[in-house]
């Protein structure tokens, strides 16, 4: 297994080597409620993506499918989030091979160059964890993936089904007596998507090469990912009403390219010393095609549509080097990247069917020209202490440097609605956690932790409540931003009776400084600030466990995720605003997008040796909409998404010893729901013509309907 360069020995052992269900060693060592799924769970047929296959099987997960394309949804956990859609606040950490994923520019998460074929494992760990570096203030998702010594063989799989969708891929994995092995997997999948307008093209290709022998480990992996994703966004309600494939206005394209070089290495000195550590390139090239309405149409006489551009280029390249030596490992960690940002607006004309083409030949003229720039230094310790043979107890810390340089090419040299600034943060965070195992059936936890992320770039140039954007097509001036500083607690018990699986679980994170988006006069229009605090607590249940040949899971969580201090914002997109547009903060009022209630469970039956089925169910509880923060009941019943309950089914069949296959329904009952919803500006009439005057109403975000796939899996060795 490569070493996790960043990561303590604890953490290294459970990415690589827990087996799920159960609770082995290397859980009972970490004070938290630690997920994991293995290969098989994670490309199980159930799973169409990455991100649905976290939303199935983890607990406390749920997706916002705010983007409308599979691969672009925001992955919520305990009311932190991994989102690919900038201007999306922060507050979850993704690593592969010890390569930090969240992106310079935004610190988003592109879900689509995740190579998923070629997961080995993946682990959730809860909390403000500061082991993992800036960024994680909800949790983090280390991924490991396959190597030829591990994952021999060949592979060949293809898959169909609903609205064209199509993927095939292929596996292959050796190695040979001189501790040489190798690996490689392609995909390739495309979709025309559930909504209008919105297909999906995708390659990924990634490859492992190294060498093993008893003292020694170095590998050198390479990622290529390319991807067309069309995601069209909200639609207002009494659209989506008239037609639930409707999109509100097109296009919305977003086209990435990326590649990733990864070099690990480890050489174990002794039996009490062991030197590891990793360099990494990576980079990302982004474009993206907006259409949307023009918001000055309502009161001047000007075209009623904008076409907005944008173009990215994002490099980072970093290493790490650490020791452990007795149980302890110290180590230091060097990042840099480089963000350039360039965006254009051209007037456009609105069709018929809400499509923004250009009104005249495009000009060039550009709207943000910002390039910047991020330095991170860090050093780290963790120990774990054995205070008896049943007791032990962590010791962890982290302090990061970081340095942050915009400079904008437009209105170059500071002052109001200039790009330029240069912004240096810095902090030490400590983690402490005890465990406790009365008996081989019984561990008991409990931890205190603490983590912290710096604005970024993204955020920094919308920060003005006075200027409003629309990330990612504008920016203004930039009045400095806090870092966020989150504050976690955690305890709880796991034990096992009669072959079943049980955890029980409380946490409470309480943000300080908080960067939230504040939703303004238009849908996705708005500015970043900060707020003084917000917390996020809650309890967790989850059970797993096999009857005969019926396996069953289960996972309830509940969520109170509130601002914890009074607050007066500028949020003219909210009916309750003043007239100002000012809308008053209470403790207490909830977080948007976050459901109190999650439960999920999945039942798998082994019909026969060759043939088996699965139900699985997911339900969620009302939320309320971005830009209703202050929560008012409103009697249309919108403000927020209602609760709902999604069940999927699925079947395989193994033909042969090489050859699988399997059928999968998504939304089996075929309901109709919504994932995420916004306030906003109305510019059409229930028909889809323009108004002259813009009305308040609500943005959902649907959710797919009934699905169908079917595929086959083919292994040649």
């Known amino acids: 297994m490569a070493p996790y360069t960043n990561l303590p020995p604890a953490i290294v052992e459970i990415v690589g080597t827990m087996p799920l ?33 976290l939303n199935r099987r983890l607990g406390s997960v749920v997706v916002n499918e705010i983007q409308g394309n599979p691969f672009q949804p925001d992955v919520n956990y305990r009311g932190f989030t991994a989102s690919p859609l900038l201007g999306t606040p922060q507050g979850l950490s993704v690593y592969v091979d010890g390569v930090r994923m969240n992106q310079p520019f935004g610190d988003v998460v592109s879900w689509d160059l995740i190579p998923r074929a070629a997961i080995a494992s993946l682990t959730l760990m809860p909390g403000s964890n500061p082991l993992f570096g800036l960024n994680t203030l909800g949790g983090a998702l280390a991924v490991r993936t396959k190597d030829g010594e591990h994952d021999p063989g060949t592979i060949v799989s293809a898959q169909g089904g609903s609205y064209a969708r199509a993927e095939i891929g292929f596996e292959h994995g050796g190695h040979d007596g001189r501790g040489l092995h190798w690996y490689v997997t392609g995909t390739g999948f495309r979709d025309g998507g559930w909504r209008d307008d919105s297909p999906t093209r995708l390659g990924q290709l990634f490859g492992k090469a190294g060498w093993r022998d008893g003292a020694n480990d170095v590998a050198l992996s390479a990622a290529l990912s390319s991807a067309s994703l069309a995601g069209n966004g909200l639609q207002e309600q009494r659209l989506l009403a008239r037609d639930y494939a409707s999109v509100y206005t097109k296009p919305d394209v977003t086209k990435n390219r990326a590649v990733l070089l990864n070099l690990t290495a480890s050489h174990r000195v002794s039996d009490d010393l062991l030197l590891s550590g990793n360099a990494y390139y990576r980079r990302i090239r982004t474009s993206t095609l907006n259409g949307d309405l023009n918001g000055d149409a309502f009161d001047e006489d000007v075209k009623k549509g904008l076409i907005n551009r944008s173009a990215s280029t994002q490099t980072n390249a970093g290493l790490s080097a650490q020791a452990s030596v007795f149980g302890v490992t110290a180590g230091a960690a060097f990042d840099a990247n480089r963000a350039d940002f360039r965006q254009s607006v051209q007037f456009g004309d609105v069709d018929p069917e809400r499509r923004i083409a250009p009104a005249d030949a495009f000009d060039g003229d550009r709207a943000v020209d910002l390039t910047g720039r991020a330095r991170t230094w860090s050093v780290y310790a963790t120990d774990t202490v054995a205070v008896r043979d049943d007791l032990h107890m962590t010791l962890s810390g982290r302090y990061n440097r970081t340095a942050v340089r915009n400079r904008d090419h437009i209105d170059p040299g500071g002052g109001r609605g200039s790009l330029d600034g240069d912004h240096r943060y810095g902090r030490f965070n400590p983690a402490i956690g005890i465990t406790w195992s009365p008996s081989r059936q019984i561990n008991a936890y409990a931890g205190y932790n603490e983590g912290s992320r710096t604005p970024t770039a993204v955020e920094l140039g919308c920060a003005d409540p006075a200027t409003p954007c629309k990330l990612p097509n504008a920016m203004a001036g930039d009045p400095p931003l806090k870092q966020v500083v989150t504050r976690t607690w955690e305890a709880g018990v796991r034990w096992t009776v009669g072959g079943v699986h049980w955890n029980a679980g409380v946490f409470r994170a309480t943000n300080g400084h908080d960067i939230l988006f504040v939703a303004d006069n238009a849908a996705g229009f708005g500015y970043f600030r900060n707020f003084g605090r917000t ?7 989850g059970a797993d466990g096999r009857a005969g040949a019926v396996a069953l899971s289960a996972h309830y969580t509940y969520l109170d995720a509130t601002f914890a201090s009074g607050e007066t914002i500028n949020s003219p997109a909210n009916s309750s605003a003043d007239a100002d547009g000012n809308i008053a903060i209470r403790p207490g009022d909830r977080l948007p997008l976050t459901p109190h209630h999650v439960f999920k469970a999945r039942a798998e039956w082994r019909i026969t040796p060759a043939w088996s089925a699965d139900l699985g169910m997911l339900a969620v509880s009302d939320a309320t909409a971005r830009g209703n923060e202050n929560g008012l009941h409103r009697p249309d019943g919108s403000g927020k998404t209602a609760g709902h309950a999604v069940f999927d089914f699925g079947t395989a069949l193994r033909a042969t010893p090489r050859l699988r296959w399997f059928a999968q329904v998504d939304n089996l009952l075929d309901r109709r729901y919504a994932t995420a919803a916004q306030l906003g500006a109305a510019g059409f009439t229930a028909d889809g013509t323009f108004m002259a005057r813009p009305m308040h109403s609500t943005f959902y975000a649907p959710g797919a309907p009934r699905t169908i796939r079917v595929g086959l899996r083919y292994t040649f060795d």
């Open 21 to 53: 269900p159960g609770v082995g060693v290397a859980r009972e060592m970490i004070p938290a409620n630690v997920q994991t799924l293995n290969e098989a769970a994670v490309n199980a047929p159930d799973g169409a993506t990455l991100p649905d296959a």
């Open 535 to 541: 917390r996020r607590q809650g309890i967790e249940l």
